[in-house]
């Protein structure tokens, strides 16, 4: 018998993900209906006035992404590590940073790049001006996958304590900082036409780092939860 | 280095300097504070206020050297598994979090005076409050898992991650134009101050170090006594249930 190939094991397990992120009770459609749901909150908190709220609009609908990734993260390990089934997939060939690699994807893919499809909705709601819609779309595009791959150090770390989903925003969320000024930086100079290409670079280099970073914290800390 | 691995070894080493390190933390305190307050010229714009200075700036400088030395003790320990060095991370990350912690409140103590406000979201402030939020979440790890030996571990992982804050907090006032004044000691040309001024800096921070050299060695030896208590009363337990 011949062994799978690296690509296949790897989408199998990007697939497997997808599927139970869109099945009943999935994280999918759940972070969907947060974003939404919790972006159209401000506007009763803050008042209707059409120009506070395009001031804010970039912040809260960045705001609002990382927290609605926030909430699948805690998923990202837990439920295959208590069934048993991480441990089948790490000593598969494909190996830890792989598996990694794969989920933190699958995690990008199902929970943040539907936010960013709605993402131009809320723009709307928001009275984003027109020249704008295409900055936030790009900077989502670039920045947010740093959110799942951060994220996954922290989904990692957190494996082994009972209900860490508390602990893991108290790790995760400062090390999401970087990512959220250069992404709202980046719409608001959009916003006043300035040019937005050094933010938006910036911004592709934090995600690349955490795509190297990531995997390697991860790797350790899933090693020790399954110690 | 595995020499003082042995507890007994370390506690021993630890009282022999334990004496010299209160003695220099009490000259260095008592003359950096004096000299603050009556040698140290005030500014010539901001007249008393600068005195500030002398807690703000060594505190400030303490909070990033803490969290290097917590960093430096994960790295050991995940790599040549020092069992002492867990402890030592462990040990220093609440005096870490106390000086960052001043810094920033000495900061904002400072920034009303001159600038006009408590608080400003600039580079150097924010990265700071995003370090102390790090050792926030690297004591939230310490206190939720109750495996020492994983809490350990992951703990360190976290350190490590957090490293990459370090340069931005150094660079920041470089890099973003906020309130923050610029580097003013360390340049190429030597400190923009009066002499008075950069010395007792320098002797308060000498004297901070010697303070969480102090708390360090103290939390260290609690640590190990408290380790050797369960120890005992584990093969207390043992014993009585055989």
């Known amino acids: 018998m011949t062994s799978p190939s690296l690509s296949y094991i790897f989408s199998m397990i990007f697939k497997r993900d997808t599927k139970l992120a869109w099945s009943q009770g999935g994280s999918g459609t759940l972070g969907l209906s947060f974003f939404l749901i919790a972006s159209s909150l401000f506007p009763f908190g803050i008042g209707a006035d059409p120009n506070l709220l395009q001031d804010v609009s970039v912040s809260i609908i960045w705001i609002m992404a990382l927290l609605a990734g926030l909430l699948s993260l805690d998923r990202l390990y837990q439920v295959d590590f208590e069934d048993g089934t991480l ?3 790490m000593i598969s060939p494909i190996g830890v940073t792989g598996v990694i690699i794969a989920k933190s994807l699958a995690h990008w ?12 909705l809320l723009g709307v709601l928001y009275f984003l001006p027109d020249q704008a819609f295409g900055a936030l779309i790009l900077s989502l595009l670039v920045g947010s996958p740093a959110l799942s791959f951060i994220g996954s150090i922290g989904a990692s770390l957190t494996l082994a304590v009972k209900r860490g989903g508390v602990l893991l925003a108290l790790i995760i969320l400062p090390l ?36 190297v970073i990531a995997p390697i914290a991860s790797k350790a800390a899933l090693k020790l939860a399954l110690e | 280095m595995h020499k003082y691995a042995n507890p007994a070894q370390f506690n021993r080493l630890a009282d022999r300097l334990l004496p010299w390190i209160k003695g220099l933390l009490i000259l260095t305190l008592s003359y950096g504070l004096y000299s603050s307050i009556f040698i140290a010229p005030e500014d010539y714009q901001q007249s008393a206020t600068s005195r500030i200075m002398f807690i703000h700036v060594p505190s400030a400088w303490m909070s990033m050297l803490v969290y290097m030395v917590m960093a430096t003790a994960s790295f050991t320990a995940l790599v040549w598994k020092h069992p002492l060095a867990y402890l030592g991370a462990k040990s220093a990350a609440p005096i870490g979090a106390l000086f960052t912690a001043a810094a920033l409140l000495t900061g ?3 920034g009303k005076p001159t600038w006009g406000t408590y608080w400003m979201w600039d580079g150097r402030m924010t990265s700071v409050l995003v370090l102390f939020f ?12 109750d495996d020492e030996e994983k809490a350990g571990k992951a703990s360190s992982i976290l350190a490590l991650v957090g490293v990459i804050n370090i340069p931005i907090i150094k660079f920041s006032v470089d890099w ?10 360390m340049k190429a040309k030597g400190p923009s101050m009066p002499s008075e001024m950069w010395v ?43």
């Open chain 2, 176 to 185: 973003w134009n906020g309130l923050h004044q610029g580097a003013s000691i």
């Open chain 2, 108 to 110: 904002a103590l400072w």
């Open chain 1, 87 to 89: 441990e089948e997939m």
């Open chain 2, 134 to 145: 790090l050792y926030l979440g690297y004591m939230a790890i310490w206190s939720t898992m």
């Open chain 1, 109 to 120: 893919v199902n929970s943040i790049v539907p936010l960013i499809l709605f993402a131009p």
């Open chain 2, 200 to 242: 007792t800096l320098f002797i308060m921070f000498f004297a901070f170090q010697f303070y969480f050299a102090l708390m360090f060695l103290w939390r260290m030896k609690t640590e190990i006594n408290a380790k050797k208590i369960a120890a005992y009363r584990q093969a207390r337990i043992a014993e009585e249930s055989r």
């Open chain 1, 176 to 211: 999401y900082i970087p990512t959220l000024i250069f992404g709202a930086s980046v719409v608001k100079n959009a916003i006043s036409g300035l040019d937005y290409y050094p933010e938006l670079s910036i911004l592709g280099a934090v995600t690349l780092v955490s795509m």
